[in-house]
């Protein structure tokens, strides 16, 4: 992660998400009016409450109808363009942990993570998937061998 011209590079998904759940509605405070404010604290909230290790089942239709009115509030405050499709996604998240369990279980940071190690593998980078596939293998061998 490096800041640049005021501006955060390389930041992995998991990243974000842990600015958007613990750091966002802090840095904030004293940024933007209460209304908009408020609408990206809910929105902040929001997330920590689908992102947690339990979930309430009664709860979770709340939260669905939160996801449309945080939806709403940021509408108001923010121009269409900052919209697109994985803002709207937003509104489908509760759904998906009702027919997929609990975010964590499904979630893709350890492919992310696991993936980084297969690229620290590459030496060429003309034939990625073939190098990393090598290295896995010998890897797991020398491991079953000890």
Known sequence: MQLKDLKLVGLK???????????LAVAIRDIFPNKVRLAI??????FNAICSKFVDLVKL???ENEAAIILCQLEMYFPPAFFNIT????????REIKCCGLVFLWCMYPVERYMKILKGYT?????LEAFMVERYIAEET?????
């Open 13 to 23: 998904s998991h990243d974000c998400h842990v600015l958007m759940q613990q750091l």
């Open 41 to 46: 604290t809910r929105l902040c909230f929001f």
């Open 61 to 63: 239709d709340e939260l």
């Open 87 to 94: 803002v709207h996604l937003i509104v489908h998240l509760v």
């Open 123 to 127: 030496k060429n980078l003309h034939r």
């Open 142 to 146: 020398i491991e079953f061998c000890s």
